[in-house]
Every structure is written in C-alpha cells, then in structure tokens.
C-alpha cells in the first residue's frame, strides 16, 4: 500500500491543523493505522493510532485531548485533527499503517509496516 499525507504547515500557537492521509489499495479498511513524529534531532514518536474504524483510537500523553485521529474507510483516508498546537509540536508528521494488525492498537513504529512521506508541521510562539 502507497500513503500520502497532506496538510502541513506553519501556525501560530493556539492554531488547528487537519492532517490527511491517502493510501492506495483495498486492504485499508484491514489496517490499522498511526501517526507519528519527527522532530530535529529528536527519534520519530508516536502521536495516535485508529483501529479499523474511529471507535478504537490511543494517543500518546503529550497530545491526548488537543489531537483527534479518525479515518473514513470509504475514502482511503485517515485524519489528525490538532488543535490547541504547541511550538513542541513542530515536526514532520508521518502516517504508517500496520498490516498485522488484529484488535490491540500499537505505539511501536516497528509494528507499522507502510509509511508515507510525510508533512511538516510548523508551530510558532
């Protein structure tokens, strides 16, 4: 499967942004997929991660309640919402899908076997 994530850019703090990924292939709906970041410097980290439909999400401390993933299995396509951005939030914001996937949601990026570009995401004070 081919992902394609979109909708970086730079605001200020407070801001929203609305990620999206687009992914190739019938087998989306089979997936679970996740978002995670990278920062200058810093190791990728795992941002939130949606089962097969938007009822089964996780999210990593640091953006539970300003960040909400969902996916739309018709359109191949899973979100980030973020609102509330912080200048810690600035990175480049990559989507991966995890084929193995059977129910438990994971925050390892070595469990996601597909990953698309990225976005970079750029947060001022």
């Known amino acids: 499967v081919q992902l394609q994530a979109s909708g970086g850019g730079l605001v200020q703090a407070g801001g929203s942004l609305r990620l999206s990924c687009a992914a190739s292939?019938?087998?989306?709906?089979?997936?679970?997929m996740g978002w995670f970041r990278q920062a200058p410097g810093k190791e990728r980290e795992f941002v939130a991660a949606v089962g097969w439909s938007s009822g089964t999400t996780t999210y990593a401390d640091s953006v539970k309640g300003r960040f909400t993933i969902s996916r739309d299995n018709a359109k191949n396509t899973v979100y980030l919402q973020m609102n509330s951005l912080k200048p810690e939030d600035t990175a480049g914001y990559y989507c991966a899908a995890d084929k193995y996937y059977s129910g438990s949601l994971s925050s390892r990026s070595q469990q996601y076997r597909y990953w698309g570009q990225g976005t970079q995401v750029t947060v001022s004070s």
């Open positions: 292939g019938r087998a989306f709906a089979n997936y679970a």
